[in-house]
């Protein structure tokens, strides 16, 4: 775009920050990212024939009727099915949560950072031979059965969406039956904003005893009161999440409000990281390099 666009790159914390800058310039298009949202107040600043392009899939930053209100184009990797099957970071991520919480890093970490060698007391499991069930058995979903097979766990999902796989090692059940049978529960779910929880106070009646449960999705879809009230009265093992709900709009000098972080900061059996699942060197690189061809060929100059 060098030689036909002027490009400014701005590094924007906050909405004030964004709002202000939009009222100052008239830009054609604008490159968003997670952390910043964009609220019918800034799609009101690019009315018009304007373009908004997102390296994400999910749009839960961005209020979807203002941007139709509006007239402004959205550009997002959502659909971009062949191009995403390169992209694995995020279910590696869900992958390194799972054995995390199983052999319980956490404590390992802060025993040894106490000079301490005691062992004795630890039921760290072995994976190898338990239940796996993947709610959402999408893209993400897929990868993390491949990577479930390699450790020889029985493999199940629900995902109204899906028919039964021809891997005769994944089987399609109930949410219900999955959540009783499940050792390990891996959320991989799509979400758009409105979507109900798939984990409410009801769901969590039927889980496991002593399950651990993983989150790459999005933190709307699970109720966060009724996950900790499960994981307090110890019928969870663990939780491990790299999302919560309203994440995607969490700038980086955001003063977090979260029960579940104030507990994990005393608890080695809560992890979260901070919505970092997609966030590898590579995955960038290739989803804003993805992007700029998608505009390009957008707007023909190609």
């Not at 999005?218 to 999440?241: Q, T």
């Amino acid at each position: 775009f060098e030689n036909v666009w002027e490009s400014k790159f701005i590094n924007i914390t906050n909405q004030a920050e964004l709002i202000n800058i939009l009222m100052q310039e008239d830009y054609d298009i604008i490159f968003g990212k997670l952390g910043i949202n964009f609220s019918e107040k800034v799609l009101s600043l690019l009315i018009g024939k304007k373009i908004l392009v997102t390296p994400t899939t999910g749009h839960d930053h961005i209020d979807l009727r203002a941007i139709e209100k509006y007239g402004v184009c959205l550009l997002s990797l959502r659909d971009e099915i062949d191009f995403l099957q390169e992209i694995t970071s995020t279910a590696e991520h869900a992958w390194s949560l799972l054995l995390a919480g199983s052999r319980k890093i956490n404590s390992l970490i802060s025993r040894t950072k106490s000079k301490s060698w005691v062992r004795d007391d630890l039921n760290i499991a072995q994976i190898s031979g338990k239940n796996i069930g993947i709610i959402g058995y999408g893209r993400l979903g897929k990868i993390i059965s491949e990577y479930a097979e390699a450790f020889r766990m029985n493999i199940f999902f629900v995902d109204p969406n899906v028919d039964n796989p021809s891997n005769m090692k994944v089987k399609k059940t109930s949410l219900v039956n999955l959540l009783k049978i499940s050792d390990y529960i891996v959320l991989s779910a799509s979400y758009l904003p409105g979507d109900p929880p798939i984990l409410a106070e009801e769901e969590f009646k039927y889980i496991k005893k002593g399950a651990g449960l993983v989150n790459i999705a999005r933190g709307e879809l699970i109720d966060e009161s009724a996950l900790l009230k499960s994981f307090n009265k110890g019928n969870l093992s663990f939780i491990a999440l790299d999302v919560l709900s309203g994440d995607s709009s969490w700038g980086k000098n955001k003063m977090l409000e979260s029960e579940i972080i104030d507990q994990s900061a005393t608890n080695d059996g809560i992890i979260i990281t901070p919505h970092v699942g997609g966030y590898s060197k590579e995955a960038i690189f290739k989803t804003r390099e993805f992007m700029l061809s998608k505009l390009k060929k957008y707007i023909n100059f190609e």
